[in-house]
């Protein structure tokens, strides 16, 4: 089974929510990028999200914006990914997994790269699953056939403003969970969200058996507590690649601790 699966599965037997945070892979470097995800496992991560650096990103705010143009001004390539997340997770010990990874990515690096090609070099990293953000349902028959070949999970997005039939659409062809944005435009820390996402995820969670896990916007404790109960699972980016950037140029083990201890005081919010 996948590692996607088996967590969620775990998860609500224990009446648990999942927390997914986000982190750019390569910003500041490849090397904090995995030590931040052997901190984010360790302090209780259900899954971890990793962005792909795209120079055109589709409804990423300023914050990840700008991480990815860090990562690219370093020629970060596809293949140093793939590379870094294979050492770290073939070193990891079982004492200590790591949470299972996601990667955030264009369907323009998938389709460069060629597709199936892509899938497998990702699953044999290390990767799970895939949330694919510029990807429609009607496009993704070939790449969910792809990804159900190589037992990696295909995830699409619904968002406020999905008509309900095109988002039950997204919820049969998606696998893994479903990302539900929980506002309408780019990704980006909010003073609050609003109350309506509660009522569609409400509809959508009668609609499917898979998970359905909110991200966008989530920053603070008090987020957590409102949107928690309504979701399977959270997701915070912005928040988190903010603090490693306003954590540049201080010792490496240091800002990885602050984001760890940013990261568990958010997860001690989860019910459960």
């Known amino acids: 089974m996948n590692k996607i699966d088996?967590?969620?599965?775990?998860?609500?037997?224990?009446?648990?929510?999942?927390?997914?945070?986000?982190?750019?892979?390569?910003?500041?470097?490849?090397?904090?990028?995995?030590?931040?995800?052997?901190?984010?496992?360790?302090?209780?991560a259900s899954l971890i999200e990793i962005g792909f650096p795209y120079s055109d990103p589709i409804a990423d705010g300023p914050v990840i914006q700008a991480s990815y143009t860090r990562a690219l001004a370093k020629r970060l390539k596809l293949d140093a990914i793939f590379e870094a997340v294979r050492q770290l997770t073939s070193a990891a010990p079982s004492s200590s997994p790591l949470a299972p990874l996601v990667a955030m990515v264009s369907y323009a690096i998938i389709f460069r790269h060629g597709p199936e090609q892509f899938m497998r070099e990702a699953k044999q990293a290390g990767f799970e699953g895939a949330i694919v953000p510029d990807l429609p349902v009607d496009e993704a028959g070939e790449l969910a056939a792809i990804a159900a070949r190589h037992d990696f999970k295909l995830i699409l997005l619904v968002t406020p403003t999905t008509p309900r039939e095109r988002a039950i659409e997204i919820a049969r062809t998606s696998t893994g969970f479903i990302y539900f944005v929980s506002i309408v435009g780019i990704t980006g820390e909010r003073t609050a969200i609003p109350a309506s996402v509660l009522d569609y995820v409400a509809w959508l969670k009668s609609q499917t058996d898979l998970p359905v896990c909110i991200g966008f916007g989530i920053s603070t404790p008090e987020h957590v507590r409102q949107l928690a109960p309504a979701a399977d699972g959270l997701i915070v980016g912005s928040a988190i690649v903010r603090r490693v950037a306003d954590a540049a140029g201080a010792p490496r083990d240091q800002h990885v601790r602050d984001v760890g201890d940013y990261v568990a005081s958010l997860i001690r919010e989860l019910p459960g």
């Open 6 to 44: 088996t967590t969620f599965k775990q998860l609500r037997a224990a009446g648990r929510k999942a927390f997914m945070p986000f982190i750019t892979a390569g910003d500041p470097d490849l090397a904090a990028t995995a030590g931040l995800v052997r901190e984010l496992s360790a302090r209780g």
